[in-house]
């Protein structure tokens, strides 16, 4: 963190005296007015909830240029890590800060294979659940659980139990989205297969059954870790940022990443694909592309509390580079498997047309995100709807990791505290029952 040039002088229409806060440059983006000492020096708080004006940590992981539609892990543009590596390269650069060269790269693959088996005794704890629970309920339940399973690495301030936690996190996520998904329809876990990629290994948990050979198709296989590199990080967002704040308590990375899986849940943030898709075959029951305009309608009415899933974002105020790459994997996808005529693929091209076109979205900046598309994709691959959201947290492990790891680190990390603008009921004494 740099020092800037110039100062921020804050003053008062009252009189008070003004205050100087120091600003800081990071390496690009919007400088940051340092204001912790504020409250000390005024008196006062300051008021943005939402965080629309707050940067809450510095950090050297993910950049995104809202306006240019720019996503960077560790400086790499997202395009050429989508086309150019794997995820678990992708894994290594978050956490690390580098791509790994020939040797890392076979070494951190096979760190990461040896751990992707899970204590045999998770499967019962697993059992404890309705067959018909949301797999999310089952892996907020599972990935916190694992604090009960791994004591050795739960240490948050021992960087060597740091790292092994990530190391397990990363190869046990796939395995536990996996059996939550065998236990929901009623089939056996299968063990991980060592000598298959990553995304490869997933799809065999997934999709095999001990009864014969799973064949990966390298289509689906390239597909499904395009899914995991385009998810991986996306800096400070809610469930990161939940992440980090759990954390700050000194909790154990088991305990924070489950907290981060219980945020990304909600249907504003990775439960948009799964929306998003229950959406679009809402619209398709009820006519199709004939029904578009209808819907609309409603999207642009603010009364009827309809949303567009899949639109809009905080931060990109242009096309999310990620939805770009989806749509390109979703074509290819849909020819591998020979669905070109896939009707929720042209609906969601036909609303996506009209949207680009449309004033409410282009006066507001709303362009489609990573989830318009990838609820197609995925379920095109077999994944049911439902587990959309465990796919996400799978993918986004690595860097709630990273992110959580570089907070500890980081000399001027605190328990996160937040204070309010109190607005409830000023001192009063209870009255005697009788008189309430
Ligand atoms: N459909 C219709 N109107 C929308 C939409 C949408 N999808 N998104 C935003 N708006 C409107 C919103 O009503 C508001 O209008 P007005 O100014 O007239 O009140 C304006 O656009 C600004 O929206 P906002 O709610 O202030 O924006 P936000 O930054 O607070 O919300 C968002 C961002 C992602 C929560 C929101 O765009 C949304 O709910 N989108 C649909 C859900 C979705 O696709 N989420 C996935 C996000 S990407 C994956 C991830 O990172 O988790």
């Known amino acids: 963190m740099k020092l800037a040039d110039n100062k921020a002088t804050l003053s008062f229409s009252n009189g008070s005296p003004s205050v100087e806060m120091p600003v800081y440059q990071g390496n690009i983006g919007p400088d940051v007015i340092d204001i912790r000492k504020l409250y000390a020096q005024t008196g006062m708080f300051t008021y943005d909830p939402g965080f629309l004006s707050t940067a809450s940590c510095q950090s050297g992981i993910t950049y995104i240029d809202g306006d240019k539609g720019e996503l960077l892990y560790r400086g790499y543009p997202i395009e050429q890590l989508a086309t150019n590596v794997d995820y678990l390269d992708t894994c290594h650069l978050l956490l690390k800060g580098e791509l790994p060269n020939a040797t890392e790269r076979v070494d951190f693959h096979k760190l990461v294979t040896n751990h992707t088996m899970v204590n045999e005794q998770m499967q019962f704890f697993l059992r404890g659940f309705r067959r018909d629970a949301h797999p999310m309920a089952v892996l907020t339940g599972l990935v916190g659980a694992l604090s009960a399973f791994y004591h050795d690495s739960t240490d948050i301030n021992n960087p060597e139990h740091r790292e092994i936690a990530a190391i397990r996190l990363i190869a046990k996520m796939p395995t536990l989205v996996a059996m939550a998904y065998k236990y929901g329809v009623g089939q056996p876990f299968m063990y991980p297969q060592n000598d298959l990629s990553y995304s490869g290994n997933f799809l065999r948990m997934m999709f095999g059954t001990p009864c014969e050979e799973y064949k990966v198709n390298s289509v689906i296989e390239r597909a499904m870790d395009r899914i995991f590199i385009l998810h ?3 800096e400070q967002n809610a469930s990161t940022s939940t992440v980090r704040l759990c954390g700050s308590s000194g909790t154990n990375p088991f305990a924070a990443i489950a907290a981060g899986v219980a945020c990304l849940w909600g249907p504003a943030h990775g439960g948009a694909n799964e929306a998003c898709l229950n959406m679009l075959e809402d619209i398709q029951r009820q006519g199709g592309v004939s029904k578009v305009g209808q819907f609309m309608e409603q999207v642009k009415d603010k009364n009827s509390g309809v949303k567009l899933m899949g639109f809009g974002h905080r931060v990109y105020k242009n096309y999310d580079p990620r939805a770009k790459l989806m749509q390109e994997t979703c074509n290819e996808v ?4 020979g669905l070109e005529n896939d009707p929720l693929f042209k609906l969601a091209k036909q609303l996506e047309k009209i949207a680009l076109e449309d004033d409410y979205f282009v006066q507001r900046k709303l ?8 609820g197609i994709v995925q379920r095109a691959i077999g994944i049911p709807v439902n587990l959309f959201t465990g796919i996400f947290a799978l993918a986004r492990t690595v860097g709630w990791i990273a ?5 500890i680190g980081d000399p001027e990390y605190k328990i996160g505290r937040p204070r309010q603008l109190f607005t409830g009921s000023v001192k009063r004494d209870v009255k005697p029952l009788d008189q309430r």
Do not use: I, K, T
């Open 232 to 234: 991986a990080d996306h």
């Open 367 to 374: 362009y489609p995100n990573v989830d318009f598309y990838s």
């Open 334 to 337: 849909l020819e591998a498997l």
């Open 403 to 407: 992110q959580l790891n570089e907070m």
